[in-house]
Every structure is written in structure tokens, then in C-alpha cells.
Nanobody, 124 residues
């Protein structure tokens, strides 16, 4: 599985961005997917996850109500809509695929494949 994240950029606080993760392979629709982020000097942290069908989602408390994860299995794509962005959302954002289990997880080591990351910078 190869994952390609895009959509990052510079935005003012209160603004919005939409991240996209394009996946290769015919079995994308069999994987739970997640988004993580890593700020400079900090550990990678969970942002959101979505089930295989897209019917179940899971968010970190820090983004709940502001971010929305979705997926389009026909297009092998996972999206992260980010609204009401804050300076503390500044980080490199990574998409990840979980192939060994269909259960959602917030643990980075539960995911088997990672994209290269896309930088999101929120100015105050």
C-alpha cells in the first residue's frame, strides 16, 4: 500500500484546510484509515480514524467538533476537513492504513503503512 498525503499549507487561525490521502492498491476498501500529526519536538499524535465503510469515526479530543474525517472507497481517498484551525494545530500531518485489523485505533504502532506527510502551518 502506498499513501500520498496532500493539501497542507499556510492558513490563518480560524481558517480551514482539507487534507487528502490517495492510496494505491485494490484493497484500500479493506483498511481502516487514520490521520496523525507531529509538531516540532513532539511525539506523533493521533488525530482521527475511520472505519472500512466510513460509518464509524473516532477523533482526538483536541480536534473533535472542528475536524471531519471521511473516505471515498471508489476513489481510494481519505479526507480530513479541518475547520477553525488554531496555531497549536501546526504540524506535519500523516495518513496511515491499518491492515492487520479492522478496529479503529489511536496508537501509531497499530498502523502498518504511512504516507510521507504534509505540512500544515497555522499563523496567529
Amino acid at each position: 500500500v502506498q499513501l500520498q498525503a496532500s493539501g497542507g499549507g499556510l492558513v490563518q487561525a480560524g481558517g480551514s484546510l482539507r487534507l487528502s490521502c490517495a492510496a494505491s492498491g485494490r484493497t484500500f476498501s479493506s483498511y481502516a484509515m487514520g490521520w496523525f500529526r507531529q509538531a516540532p519536538g513532539k511525539e506523533r499524535e493521533f488525530v482521527a480514524a475511520i472505519s472500512i465503510s466510513g460509518g464509524i469515526t473516532y477523533y482526538a479530543d483536541s480536534v473533535k467538533g472542528r475536524f471531519t474525517i471521511s473516505r471515498d472507497n471508489a476513489k481510494n481517498t481519505v479526507l480530513l476537513q479541518m475547520n477553525s484551525l488554531k496555531p497549536e494545530d501546526t504540524a506535519i500531518y500523516y495518513c496511515a492504513a491499518r491492515t492487520r485489523s479492522s478496529r479503529l485505533s489511536a496508537a501509531p504502532d497499530a498502523y502498518d503503512y504511512w504516507g510521507q506527510g504534509t505540512l500544515v502551518t497555522v499563523s496567529s
